[in-house]
């Protein structure tokens, strides 16, 4: 399916990477939509930076059934769905929204695979304890520039703790650069690598990978 034609037109649904992605009409999604709308949640909103996380864990060869993998701020539940349907790996998917836990439930039911839920965010950094986990991904993890200092310290917090790999999609705004260069690439040589996508939608930005 072209580009132009994944995210519009009456079908509800369509194929990236192997997994069933819902649009707002399909039937179980629609009324979780429209309650995220009227509240202007973020929860309303998939957005591009998660496929662009979706496109890069599909060429992840260290992610096995044995992973354990943390996606914090998971929206409508793509990221989490695929690392679980691909590579059979035990996902626990976050966030703050309610509704969007209930999409990623919806997601991962069916695409047939298994997600543990948890209702927390970005801040809620130093209180998880990340002992048992591989693997930790994000999207669009820096909003505003007042969260940038409190970002950094939670950035800092997951790449020295050891044995977690942290892997983070953004659009590229100019804060999610400065975010990578300072906490990543300069503290600990990690990789910040710009990105681009043309299916399901036209997109460009970063992705940070360190261990």
Not at 191 to 201: D, E, G, I, Q
Request: overall charge positive; charged content about 15%.
């Amino acid at each position: 399916m072209k580009p132009a034609r994944a995210l519009k037109g009456a079908h509800d649904s369509y194929v990236f990477h192997g997994i069933e992605a819902l649009k707002s009409n399909y039937p179980r999604v629609a009324p979780r939509h429209h309650a995220n709308v009227k509240t202007g949640s973020a929860g309303s909103v998939l957005w591009h930076a998660s496929y662009l996380l979706v496109d890069y864990l599909a060429t992840l060869r260290n992610v096995t059934p044995a992973s354990q993998v943390l996606e914090l701020g998971c929206g409508w539940g793509l990221a989490s769905t695929f690392a679980s349907k691909r590579f059979g790996a035990r996902v626990t998917a976050a966030d703050c929204n309610a509704n969007a836990l209930r999409l990623q439930n919806v997601v991962s039911a069916t695409n047939r695979t298994h997600v543990h839920i948890r209702h927390l965010s970005f801040s809620d950094l130093a209180e998880i304890d990340l002992s048992g986990f591989n693997l930790l991904i994000g999207f669009d993890p820096c909003y505003a520039l007042s969260t940038l200092p409190q970002q950094l310290n939670r950035m800092h917090r997951c790449v020295t703790q050891g044995g977690v790999s942290l892997v983070l999609a953004d659009r590229g705004n100019d804060l999610s650069f400065r975010l990578g260069r300072r906490t990543l690439s300069w503290r600990y040589r990690a990789c910040l690598t710009s990105v681009s996508l043309s299916f399901p939608v036209i997109a460009r930005g970063c992705f940070s990978y360190g261990t």
